[in-house]
Every structure is written in structure tokens, then in C-alpha cells.
Nanobody, 126 residues
Framework: QVQLVESGGGLVQAGDSLRLSCAAS????????MGWFRQAPGKERETVAA????????YSADSVKGRFTVSRDNAKNTMYLQMNSLKPEDTAVYYC???????????????????WGQGTQVTVSS
């Protein structure tokens, strides 16, 4: 069992930056591939970013590429999402997710993940 807790959300203005954190507990963090997802009001949850267990492989959705960076610190059992140049359309609840993986892979589908955090709200005003 893995417990995930997101933090770092808030209300910012367009062009600002935020860093989200996802703290994991319960199992060996370095055995888990991780992902960031978001859900805006009235929309389906979408994949934002993903990272392999060792951190060597990452993915960013086209909508955030060049602005958002996913990373992880396995010594601290924490994954991050650095969000720069935020836009109003980035407004959503952001979720982190985890799945056990013993390969150098990341995963993009919600159904690939077994564990989810409770979410953190990011609101970007224009």
C-alpha cells in the first residue's frame, strides 16, 4: 500500500510559477513509476506528466511541454511538478498517482495506476 499526499497548489496569476509536491509513504518509492494528472471543472481527467521509477525517463503532455517539468527525489520519497508560465487553462485539481514498476518505464493512462492522492487545487487568474 502506498499513500500519496499532494501539496503546493494555490491561487496565482497568469505567468507565475508553482511547484507541486507528491509525498509518498508506505513502500519503497524507487520501485514506483509516478504520474501527474489534472481535472478541470466539467472536463475529464487528463495526463500531465509521468516519470519512471529511477527518474531517467519522463513524459510531458503537449499542452505543458516547455512549461512544466516532472522530477523526483527518491531519497526524499517525493515527486515534483515545476510549473512555469502558468495559464488560466492550467486551472484544475492536480493529482499524483503511483504504480509499482521494475522497469525503466513511465505510464500514461489513468488505468495504469493503482494509487492516487487526494488532489491539490491550482487556480490561475488572468
Amino acid at each position: 500500500q502506498v499513500q500519496l499526499v499532494e501539496s503546493g497548489g494555490g491561487l496565482v496569476q497568469a505567468g507565475d510559477s508553482l511547484r507541486l509536491s507528491c509525498a509518498a509513504s508506505g513502500r519503497t518509492f524507487s520501485n514506483y513509476a509516478m504520474g501527474w494528472f489534472r481535472q478541470a471543472p466539467g472536463k475529464e481527467r487528463e495526463t500531465v506528466a509521468a516519470i519512471s521509477p529511477g527518474g531517467g525517463r519522463t513524459y510531458s503532455a503537449d499542452s505543458v511541454k516547455g512549461r512544466f517539468t516532472v522530477s523526483r527525489d527518491n531519497a526524499k520519497n517525493t515527486m515534483y511538478l515545476q510549473m512555469n508560465s502558468l495559464k488560466p487553462e492550467d486551472t484544475a485539481v492536480y493529482y499524483c498517482a503511483a504504480r509499482e514498476s521494475f522497469g525503466n518505464y513511465y505510464y500514461l493512462r489513468q488505468s495504469d495506476y493503482n494509487y492516487w492522492g487526494q488532489g491539490t487545487q491550482v487556480t490561475v487568474s488572468s
